[in-house]
Each structure stands twice: as structure tokens, then as C-alpha cells.
């Protein structure tokens, strides 16, 4: 791996869009408008795919639309970029769950050196130099990728998070491949999760639900990733 891991946060309960960056602004206004006319809106996802044009975009969906179960096994995630001064061709990976790394790692490290590297180390653990999967190929010509992390449906605008984030990346290519990669215990949570959602659909009662209860956790250390291949340049920005 290449040395440099420039991190920034993502909502811990939030869904992700790709789309191509050409259109930010308008993309951003538009979704400000919407804050502004219901900061509190259950629907806002719904209304933001209702203007971006159809099959330009990938949703990375986070939570069942017909209730609120946290679904994908995480609890929160984050987006990196990897590179070296030396070369510009890097790759953004945005890791999905919150991994724990604690009961793999044994080695002496101080809390500073577990952070710098913790993405490395991750990686390792996951299935990227095995195969190649693909989840998605999006349209980029404008050479830019927006990312537009998008909060909870139970967000709360009085809890001082912001509706949504957004960054904006410069790619290499006019098509956009996004790929994902896992560790085995991810892929069992997943599977999990998909029978304990059966089960809750038997059910009658509503609201809100995890499917993470009555003493079920997900197995560690639950490592799940979606990269991209970038270019690093000044123009590189989160877009607030």
C-alpha cells in the first residue's frame, strides 16, 4: 500500500450517492432547499433521487426503506484517500463499518500508530488482492465524482449533525468502476441479517428497528470497503 491516508468522517447512519461531479452545485443548492423548506424530513433521500437523472447515480443504501432496521452489518464508517507524492493514480476507499481490529492485532502499538495504519491493516484482512468486485459502473464525464453522504432518517436537526456532506474527487476515466471488498465475518453478518429481516417481517408491530438486538451483535471484525481509482489533485475538495 502507498503511504498517505488523508481521512474524513461520514454520517454513522447514513446512505451514500456516486454521481459525476459536473453538476454539484445545483446538486448542493437543491438539496439546501430541501434542508431549508424541512430540516426534519423522513424523505429526503427519496426527494433527492427524484431530481438526479435516472441511472447516472449509485445508492448505496444503508437502511431498509420500509422501516428503519440498520442494515449492511455497520455502525459507522469513513472515507480515505490513498496516495504518494510520486504518483498522482491513487485510489479512495470509504469503509462502511466501524471494524474492530482489536481481537486480530496483537502487536505492541501505540494508539497513534494503530490510527495512522488502521486502513492498511484492514485492507489486508478483506478479499481485494483475491478478485476484483464490481457493484458498479457510473457515468463520469466530467472526469469528477461527487460523493454525497446523506444522514439518517431519524436525523435530528436540533443534534448539531449536518443533513449532508459531500466531496468531490477528480477520476481518470468517463466511466467510474466502484468496487467493494470484505473480510468472511462481514459476509456472515450480512447473511445474518438478511434472516433476522425475514423474521421481522413476520411481525406485526412497526417503528423503529435493529436488527442487531436481544444480545446478537456483529461478528468482528466486520471490515467492508467501496473504492474507486482517482487522481489526486488540488481540486480534491469536501464541499461541506
Known amino acids: 500500500m502507498l503511504n498517505n491516508w488523508p481521512a474524513y468522517s461520514f454520517s454513522p447512519d447514513g446512505d451514500i450517492i456516486f454521481i459525476d461531479g459536473e453538476d454539484h452545485q ?3 443548492n437543491h ?3 430541501l434542508v431549508i423548506a424541512n430540516p426534519d424530513d423522513e424523505r429526503f433521500l427519496q ?3 427524484s431530481f438526479l437523472p435516472k441511472n447516472s447515480y449509485y445508492l448505496f443504501q444503508r437502511t431498509n426503506s420500509n422501516n428503519w432496521a440498520i442494515l449492511r452489518s455497520y455502525t459507522s464508517g469513513y472515507l480515505c484517500t490513498n496516495y504518494s507524492d510520486s504518483n498522482k493514480k491513487a485510489k479512495c476507499y470509504i469503509s462502511t463499518t466501524s471494524h474492530d481490529l482489536s481481537e486480530i492485532r496483537k502487536d505492541s502499538y501505540t494508539a497513534s500508530e494503530r490510527k495512522k495504519d488502521s486502513t492498511e491493516f484492514a485492507l489486508q484482512q478483506t478479499n481485494i488482492k483475491q478478485k ?4 458498479a459502473n457510473i457515468p463520469t464525464p466530467s472526469n469528477k465524482i461527487m460523493i454525497i453522504n446523506i444522514a439518517p432518517r431519524d436525523y435530528d436537526s436540533e443534534g448539531g ?3 449532508f456532506k459531500c466531496y468531490l474527487l477528480d477520476v481518470p476515466n468517463n466511466n467510474t468502476a466502484l468496487y467493494e471488498c470484505y473480510d468472511e465475518s462481514f459476509k456472515s453478518n450480512i447473511a445474518e441479517e438478511k434472516i433476522l429481516e425475514k423474521q421481522k417481517e413476520k411481525e406485526k ?3 423503529w428497528y435493529s436488527p442487531w438486538v436481544h444480545g446478537t451483535y456483529p461478528k468482528k471484525p466486520n471490515i467492508h470497503f467501496i473504492y474507486f481509482d ?3 489533485t488540488d ?5 461541506g
Not at 235 to 239: A, G, H, K, P, R
Open 235 to 239: 481540486n480534491n475538495i469536501e464541499l
Open 132 to 135: 476484483k468486485i464490481e457493484i
Open 26 to 28: 445545483s446538486i448542493i
Open 230 to 232: 482517482y487522481i489526486k
Open 161 to 163: 449533525l449536518p443533513k
Open 31 to 33: 438539496m439546501y432547499d
Open 205 to 207: 408491530d412497526g417503528g
Open 47 to 49: 426527494k433527492i433521487e
